[in-house]
């Protein structure tokens, strides 16, 4: 029997990915889902996917106020999907890996493909 494409990924990525979700994982798949259901932190993380920011700026480019941007930080922040750094009296972000930029890119693209009726592909 053939291996699927995506079983053949798995089994490269070595043991720290095993084919069984642990209620762990699910929880925390979950939890970084439901924070990008929604449009200020999808457009926080964009402005973070080249470039670290701080409060200020992130709030500009999401058109919100520095303590709304704020709050989603710290929901962000503590879901482990951006970090931030002390620079003086400002904290300055980023996005915390590969994976949640990623993840954001993958669905950002979806939506595209879904908005602008272009076939899906592998």
């Known amino acids: ?72 930080l710290s929901k962000l922040r503590l879901a482990g999907l951006v970090a931030g750094t002390r620079d003086g009296r400002r904290i300055v972000y980023r996005i915390r890996g590969g994976h949640v930029r990623a993840l954001l890119t993958e669905a950002l693209f979806q939506a595209d493909h879904h908005l602008s009726g272009t076939p899906d592909h592998d």
């Open 1 to 72: 029997m053939a291996k699927s494409p995506a079983r053949r990924s798995r089994e490269a990525s070595g043991p720290d990915h095993p084919d069984q979700l642990s209620a762990a994982q699910v929880e925390a798949a979950v939890l970084s889902f439901a924070l990008l259901a929604d449009a200020t932190r999808v457009r926080i993380l964009w402005a973070l996917r080249d470039e670290d920011l701080d409060v200020a700026s992130l709030a500009s480019i999401a058109g919100c106020r520095p303590t709304v941007a704020s709050q989603h």
